[in-house]
C-alpha cells in the first residue's frame, strides 16, 4: 500500500486551533513551508505572529482569536527558565485580579529576542531552568513581589501554594534546590515561612458536611 507522503498545507489543515505553528517545523522544505504558511494566512485560517510563527485561532463572527502578548512571549522565549514577575506572577497563581498593561516575565541566563509589548529580565540563577512556570511564578512573589501585588496578602499566598503543591504545580523539592543558589536573602527566607506553614494548610482540606434528609 503506497503510503502518501503529508504536506505541509495537510499538517496545517491538522493542526488544532489554539496553536502556535513553526514554519521550520513544518514537512518539506523551507521554501514549501513558507509558501503554505502564507496561503493560509491569506485565507485568514493563521495569524501571522512574526517571521516563521503564526497563530492558529478559532474563527469567530468578529474574526480570528488572537493570543495574548504573554503566550506570544513563552512561545519565542521557550518554557525552559521562563516565568512571570511582578502583577503577572501573582495572575500566574490566581492571587490578584488586576491586569498589568504589559505582561512581565524572567529568562535564566541571555533573553534570547525581544518581544514587543513584554517586559523580560534576565535572572542569573541557572537552577532556574529546573522550574516550570508555576514555580517561578512563587519564587518571583517570595522575592518580595508579594507585598505589592497580591490581593490578600501572606495567607492567600500560601493557600495557592499549598493549592499548587497538592495538584503537582508547585514541587517544594525542586523549588528548594533552585532557591538554594537564588541571590536573593529575602527569597529563601519567605520560602522557609512558607514551608513551615504549608503543611498545616496542606491538611486543612475542605469537607463535605452531611445533608439531612426528610422522610
Keep these: 500500500m503506497k503510503t502518501i ?8 489543515d491538522r493542526i488544532p486551533a489554539g496553536a502556535f505553528v513553526h514554519v521550520d517545523r513544518l514537512p518539506g522544505t523551507r521554501a514549501a513551508a513558507s509558501s503554505a ?13 512574526r517571521k516563521g510563527l503564526y497563530f492558529k485561532g478559532t474563527k469567530t463572527r468578529y474574526g480570528m482569536t488572537r493570543p495574548s502578548s504573554e503566550a506570544i512571549a513563552v512561545e519565542v522565549l521557550g518554557a525552559t527558565g521562563v516565568g512571570p514577575t511582578g502583577h503577572s506572577a501573582a495572575r500566574a497563581l490566581g492571587l490578584t485580579t488586576q491586569v498589568p498593561a504589559k505582561p512581565s516575565l524572567t529568562v535564566a541566563g541571555p533573553v534570547p529576542a525581544s518581544v514587543p509589548g513584554v517586559t ?7 537552577r532556574r531552568r529546573e522550574l516550570n512556570y508555576d514555580e517561578i511564578a512563587l519564587l518571583e512573589l517570595l522575592r518580595g513581589d508579594w507585598e505589592s ?3 490578600g496578602g501572606w495567607s492567600a499566598l500560601v493557600a495557592a501554594a499549598a493549592s499548587a503543591v497538592r495538584d503537582g504545580r508547585i514541587r517544594p523539592r525542586v523549588l528548594a534546590k533552585a532557591l ?3 541571590h536573593s536573602p529575602a527569597a529563601r527566607a ?3 515561612r512558607l514551608t513551615a506553614e504549608l ?8 469537607t463535605t458536611r452531611p445533608v439531612a434528609v426528610s422522610a
Design 37 to 49: 504558511a502564507s496561503r493560509a494566512s491569506k485565507r485568514g485560517d493563521l495569524i501571522p505572529i
Design 120 to 126: 523580560v529580565s534576565k535572572r542569573n540563577n541557572m
Design 5 to 12: 507522503a503529508a504536506t505541509p498545507g495537510k499538517i496545517l
Design 149 to 151: 501585588t497580591i490581593e
Design 190 to 192: 519567605n520560602f522557609a
Design 199 to 206: 503543611p498545616a494548610r496542606r491538611r486543612a482540606r475542605p
Design 180 to 182: 538554594a543558589t537564588e
